[in-house]
């Protein structure tokens, strides 16, 4: 519920910013080249993370060590340790004992290569190789500013890794990842593929996996969800430095993992030693693999049935003969994806939108998958958001129990378009909300059959709903800790801001009355309206404020224009009630309780919304289409449409719909007059800029002509 609270409410930056400060560091001072920064700052992370995580579960490892004391399996501290939390900190890599205790006479590159060697010694069933090569080329200066700047990282959980593999890509453009989501995939695309996938207990493959995020996230997917779920990760990955994160990852994460570098081509996603076959061994599939790959040697793949079961034909070319390569890859992968599934497995994986309408031996082989009844649920996605790439993408949903023709599914696909639900966190950034991942989610709950889920969000959203409006919640992530009183409470507070400033503003002017100038007497004879304010501020009660944002910063900005007319056209010259008044001061606190009344307002406004968007497109609590959203296809319907598996294609267009809610809508046309009426004001100033460059040239002119 914590978590669900601040949805959508930007967080504080503190990891960001520390990767920025060290990433800073190293880009004035260091020998290193941009594309050099991330595996030095990844090997400090990966310490300060693993001390972090260690302290915060050590206290029960050691619980559980004194338990394990008495009976005859008596266990060593560090084997209670690594059952616990997955690994050893010894006290020579203990990022707060040792890394940030060194003295004058110490040599930072040295000390932090120890602890790196003494992590490696001290878990030497882990398997991991940590990043030591080049923390000689960093100064030691700089180096132990950049520890004191990682210092204040205190997350303990998490893809952590693939957060500072999306950071580089975003701020230095690496030269790795320009083709995008080959390291990261945006966590929020991670966690809908998993609310959607739903694996709980299994065997899960990601044959493209990164950084193991997509692991990371099915991880806490189940400990969220069943605390005896388990499951066995084997992933790949081409390249070795990225395969080498994912380990790190994974296993600072306390999850064990068999994650192989290949190296070769496609064809190596068919796993032929440890655990034999891949065909029907997994119980769920994630990816997001490279899109529209071209030149894959078919000698490579030769005829391999995980491959040409859903895969593309080769090209004729003539005389029976065919094409040496594959033109376009896509397919490939979507077969290995499917055919790795056992009879009840799930994937979900990534797809550029092409390859819902790609023609040719694309379309043969989609429509196979159709006929199959493999294809479970089609979800398109808005552009931008990835780092490094802008294109929109689909998320693919397999589910091979519904090849059956007796399941009960087995006849139908559902296709979202999610194209108009997304956060927009930069101009060129996008993601999903908490909320809107659930929402999007429970459509396919809905689908499924799983109406429990969808009220239980229900209450979620309810709960959530109630706990701002009528309870203390308190923010600990900001320092100090932010608290909020719920909305009567903060109404109240505000009504009294208010009131109380226009109380004080009447008295000083009766203080300052017979000091009033001529013009000033003037001036507040013509403002008939300011003595009104007063009085009609003066009296306003929590039970008389407005209910909307608008009419509440209204409120606020007549408090500050009374304040301003007093100081700009009443006060006396040398009026020393003006500073005991102090109205300045009162409109500073006048607007903390108003930010402190919105904040709340918006977050019982949002929790609102989020019940309203559940009830209004399911009002039964059941699934039924919706026009722009989604729509429930039979294999017909999807032949009809040449097997396009493009959720445009079914959904429709629901025009009335542009995402906001109404709270939003008007602030969005707010902002947009504001912007309008600056953007005249700035032609304007433009314009008379011009107008008198025009005629100073035009006199130039005319006195040169006259001399």
């Known amino acids: 519920m914590s978590t669900l609270l601040f949805d959508r409410v930007p967080r504080p930056k503190v990891f960001e910013d520390n990767l920025w400060a060290a990433a800073d560091r190293l880009r004035a001072k260091s020998n290193l080249k941009a594309s050099e920064y991330a595996a030095p700052l990844l090997g400090l992370f990966f310490l300060r993370y693993a001390t972090n995580r260690f302290e915060k579960l050590r206290t029960d490892a050691d619980a559980q060590n004194v338990a394990k004391q008495t009976g005859r399996n008596v266990e060593e501290p560090e084997q209670t340790y690594v059952r616990v939390i997955g690994f050893v900190v ?176 496609l064809a190596a996603g068919a796993y032929a030693d440890d655990y034999a076959d891949t065909a029907g061994k997994f119980d769920f599939v994630m990816a997001n693999p490279p899109f529209n790959v071209d030149g894959v040697s078919a000698a490579d793949i030769d005829g391999h049935s995980l491959f040409t079961t859903y895969g593309p034909a080769l090209a004729a070319k003539g005389k029976g003969k065919t094409a040496e390569t594959y033109g376009n890859a896509n397919y490939l992968w979507v077969s290995l994806f499917a055919m790795a599934l056992n009879e009840t497995g799930r994937a979900g994986f990534v797809m550029a939108n092409s390859a819902s309408d790609a023609r040719g031996a694309e379309a043969e082989a989609r429509a196979k998958l159709v006929q199959d009844g493999m294809v479970d649920v089609m979800v398109t996605i808005a552009s931008n958001f990835f780092y490094t790439v802008t294109l929109p993408v689909t998320l693919w949903f397999l589910d091979r129990a519904k090849t059956n023709e007796a399941h009960p599914r087995h006849d139908q696909t559902l296709f979202i378009d999610a194209r108009r639900v997304y956060n927009q966190v930069t101009r060129k950034l996008r993601e999903f909300t908490d909320a809107q991942q659930q929402n999007l989610a429970a459509i396919v709950w809905l689908y499924r059959g799983e109406t429990d889920k969808f009220t239980a969000l229900r209450q979620q959203y309810a709960a959530a709903l109630a706990t701002w409006r009528d309870t ?234 006259a001399v």
Request: hydrophobic share 40%.
């Open 472 to 705: 203390t919640v308190t923010d600990p992530d900001f320092e100090p800790a932010r608290t909020y009183y719920g909305l009567a409470q903060h109404r109240a507070t505000y009504a009294t801001a208010l009131a109380e400033l226009a109380q004080q503003t009447a008295d000083w002017l009766e203080n300052a009355q017979l000091l009033l100038s001529p013009e000033a007497q003037a001036a507040l004879a013509a403002n008939a309206t300011w003595e009104k304010n007063i009085v009609a501020l003066a009296e306003l009660t929590a039970d008389t404020l407005p209910t909307d944002k608008a009419g509440l910063m209204a409120l606020s900005q007549q408090a500050e224009a009374l304040v301003t007319f007093a100081d700009k056209e009443l006060r006396p010259a040398k009026d020393k009630s003006w500073t005991a008044a102090n109205l300045r001061g009162g409109l500073r606190q006048l607007s903390e309780e108003r930010d402190l009344l919105l904040f709340v307002l918006e977050r019982v406004n949002y929790f609102t919304a989020q019940l309203a968007w559940l009830d209004d497109h399911f009002p039964d609590g059941e699934y039924r289409d919706v026009e722009g959203l989604c729509y429930l296809a039979s294999r017909a319907d999807i032949a009809e449409q040449q097997y396009s598996l493009n959720p445009g294609r079914y959904v429709g267009v629901a025009l009335e719909d542009d995402g906001r809610t109404p709270e939003e809508f008007k602030e969005f046309v707010q902002t947009q007059a504001e912007q309008l009426a600056s953007l005249h004001a700035e032609a304007d100033a433009l314009q008379g800029q011009i107008a008198q460059d025009v005629r100073v040239l035009f006199m130039d002119v005319v006195w040169e002509e």
């Open 90 to 265: 010894p006290a020579a890599a203990h990022y707060d004992n040792t890394l940030l205790q060194l003295g004058p006479n110490d040599s930072a590159p040295e000390m932090v290569i120890a602890a790196m060697e003494a992590f490696e010694e001290a878990n030497p069933d882990a398997g991991i190789v940590l990043p030591k090569a080049d923390y000689r080329k960093i100064p030691d200066d700089v180096l132990r500013g950049i520890l004191r700047e990682i210092a204040g990282l205190k997350i303990t959980e998490g893809d952590v890794f693939g957060k500072i593999y999306e950071y580089f890509l975003g701020k230095f453009a690496l030269s790795e990842g320009q083709k995008g989501g080959e390291f990261y995939t945006p966590t929020s695309v991670v966690r809908l593929i998993v609310e959607i996938l739903e694996p709980h207990t299994g065997r899960i493959l990601d044959p493209a996996c990164g950084t193991g995020g997509m692991f990371v996230q099915s991880a806490k997917f189940v400990r969220s969800h069943e605390e005896a779920g388990h499951l066995s990760i084997y992933g790949q990955e081409q390249k070795a430095e990225t395969s080498m994160l994912a380990r790190l990852n994974l296993f600072v994460n306390g999850l064990k993992s068999d994650i192989r570098n290949v190296n070769s081509s």
